[in-house]
């Protein structure tokens, strides 16, 4: 194409001139727009004064391609003209924007190959402007602003309140048979060791044992963390004091996750714990968030949390893949998972029942929606909604089949923000009227904001390609980074059953008086009595249930935890006993106890219809020695 390269009378600003007969044209001119404010000036090479203003451009050219003037009479058209308008409009938007908006037109400039594949793909665009129309309709409607999330952010604070209130209350019930004076883990014990071990490193120890703990581990310090974190999550759901509220939410969790050790090591729990850190970068810094008058929140902070949804979905797939576990590569893992998960749900029982070909193709289904829907988020507007539908809708899923405790409500609830406000003003505006401000954040916020970004994005990077199996060049440099940042448990890696179990080995305690009679206890929801139907439990998560599932596929003298736990049974510690479902001694403790292991399966139709059972077990084997205090 001909290019006049300079004008005679330039422009006093830059300006964009572009077919203003083309519908695709005017779209992206709309959105430009709303990117540069004032900084560049728009107009259809149709209005007769362009003629007259430019004359050295033959009107033939502007029909060709878009044309970009600067103020120094330098012209340039088709990919070219687009990226001098990216950099230009670049500068409205402050250090990131300039930043950002400046690379396409750098690697146009000066890498090999990018000018002429630019240059193709404008002409092949140019050539078909109604099929790409269609295109640009399907993947953004016909929305022509900008995405914002105000609406998205306002919803997705509460939701992380509402989980960090189903967090704290369910620990609240059980933090003292878990890490109490008399619990199976005591807190107190734990931090007197870390003073005597830390004391030579002086304020380092705060970093390496995060937790408020340390100034006290007491009962009523740790329920008393416990009911402040429920309080303040209710501050955040009702929009109070947002910036002040996540903060203490993360700390106060980080806390007890700190002295839980084993009952708080669990993947929601490491992601609450990042959730709600980068979620400190999207609090507004006002006294009550409210509906009606939301601000949108700093995009940097949004990007953090969609890498993070990223390495959490993505992640989930590709560790199924990475492990070499045969039920995945050969498409039978949901013909084990619902029987064999550590809680399941009632629906499980009728789940486990599908047909193979059904449970083939669910397999299917999940790997796909792991492993390709993630990059959906990369897309335009309309096509993110697909994958926040496809992504709610696998954990709905989860949720029906399996109690996870919280996690699934998380996940949805970080997915919220892959809705802009267009697709969430409909709802909104059905119970509120709302006005949507532009981000007013300060310039001290953003600098923090970019901070946290330079800090997690490259440590996540390297853990997360590591986990996948995949090694980058350059973790030495990264390393001490990530060794500082480690013990705030705050930039994890993600990848839930990478290997399917194939079996239920479950353990059953026994206690008795005489080492001849002995009693089972029960607990609240995994499985013991063969007859009790599979509970609804979560969001609430009964931790020592869970601990007892990871501790069946493993061995006795492995599990601290547990030698703990037959000791305050011997004990009769009443913290312990409240977390079970019936004491068989009646706060009477027995002389001994010993524990041993079953394999469990779901029994069939024809069992349960006429025996009322809802599993078959059979006994395998001793998993402790018969155990007493003497």
């Known amino acids: 194409m001909r290019e006049t390269r300079q004008v005679a009378t330039p422009p006093a600003r830059p300006i964009l001139i572009f077919d203003g007969d083309c519908g695709f044209c005017r779209f992206w001119v709309t959105r430009f727009r709303s990117h540069t404010g004032e900084a560049v000036e728009f107009a259809p090479f149709q209005q007769p004064e362009i003629a007259r203003r430019f004359p050295e451009i033959p009107p033939e050219h502007f029909v060709q391609a878009v044309h970009f003037i600067e103020p120094d009479g330098c012209v340039s058209d088709g990919a070219e003209a687009v990226f001098r308008l990216l950099s230009a409009g670049g500068a409205a938007l402050g250090f990131a924007g300039r930043t950002w908006s400046r690379l396409p037109l750098m690697a146009y400039r000066h890498l090999p190959g990018v000018r002429a594949i630019s240059e193709h793909a404008y002409r092949l665009v140019a050539d078909h402007r109604p099929l790409f129309a269609r295109l640009t309709t399907l993947g953004w409607g016909r929305v022509t602003r900008p995405p914002t999330y105000a609406l998205a952010n306002w919803v997705f604070l509460r939701v992380l309140g509402l989980v960090y209130l189903f967090a704290f209350a369910s620990l609240a019930t059980q933090i003292l048979g878990l890490v109490g004076h008399d619990g199976i883990l005591p807190a107190a014990p734990y931090m007197e060791q870390a003073r005597k071990a830390l004391a030579d490193i002086g304020v380092d120890r ?14 009523v310090f740790l329920r008393g963390l416990c009911v402040s974190g429920a309080a303040v999550a209710v501050m955040l759901i009702a929009g109070i004091l947002p910036a002040i509220a996540l903060p203490l939410l993360w700390l106060l969790y980080l806390s007890l996750s700190t002295v ?42 949004v990007w953090l949390l969609w890498w993070l949804l990223f390495r959490l979905t993505f992640g989930s797939g590709a560790v199924k893949l990475a492990s070499g576990d045969p039920t995945w590569h050969e498409l039978t893992a949901l013909t084990f998972h619902f029987w064999t998960q550590p809680i399941p749900t009632p629906i499980a029982w009728y789940a486990n029942r599908l047909p193979a070909a059904w449970l083939t193709a669910s397999t299917v289904a999940v790997l796909a929606i792991e492993l390709i829907a993630p990059f959906l988020m990369l897309g335009p ?37 892959l809705l802009d406000d267009a697709a969430l003003e409909r709802i909104t505006a059905a119970v509120a009227r709302v006005t949507v401000r532009q981000d007013g954040s300060s310039a001290a916020r953003r600098l923090a904001v970019r901070i946290v970004a330079m800090v997690t994005v490259p440590i996540s990077l390297f853990m997360f390609m590591g986990s996948v199996g995949v090694e980058l060049p350059g973790w030495r440099l990264v390393a001490p980074l990530a060794a500082i940042v480690h013990p705030f448990r705050s930039v994890n890696t993600y990848g839930l059953f990478a290997v399917m179990t194939t079996a239920r080995p479950e353990i059953v305690v026994e206690g008795s008086e005489d080492g001849t009679v002995w009693q089972p206890y029960e607990f609240k929801y995994k499985p013991t009595d063969v007859r009790q139907p599979p509970s609804w439990v979560a969001p609430h998560q009964p931790r020592l249930d869970w601990q007892m599932w990871f501790a069946a596929l493993s061995q006795f003298d492995h599990e601290a935890w547990f030698r703990n736990f037959c000791v305050r049974l011997l004990q009769g510690s009443p913290d312990v006993l409240r977390l079970l479902q019936r004491d068989p001694f009646e706060g009477r ?30 006994r395998v084997g001793d998993y402790s020695p018969v155990l007493s205090l003497r």
Not at 206 to 219: C, E, G, I, K
Not at 595 to 610: G, I, K, S
């Open 260 to 301: 839980g050790r084993d009952f708080l090591s669990y993947q929601w729990d490491a992601l609450l714990l990042e959730t709600g850190f980068l979620a400190i970068c999207l609090a507004p810094m006002t006294l009550r968030h409210r509906l009606r008058d939301v601000a949108d929140p700093p995009r940097l902070g």
């Open 589 to 618: 403790p027995p002389h001994y106890v010993r524990a041993l292991v079953y394999q469990y399966r779901f029994a069939d139709a024809a069992t349960r219809r006429t025996d009322g059972m809802w599993w078959t077990r059979e």
């Open 206 to 219: 705060f970093r390496l044992l995060p937790t408020l703990t340390w100034f006290s581990a007491s009962d």
């Open 381 to 417: 507007r309309r096509i993110r909604a697909l994958a926040f539908s496809l992504f709610v809708g696998l954990q709905i899923l989860i949720a029906l089949t399996g109690n996870y405790a919280f996690f699934n409500l998380l996940t949805a609830g970080l997915c919220v923000l």
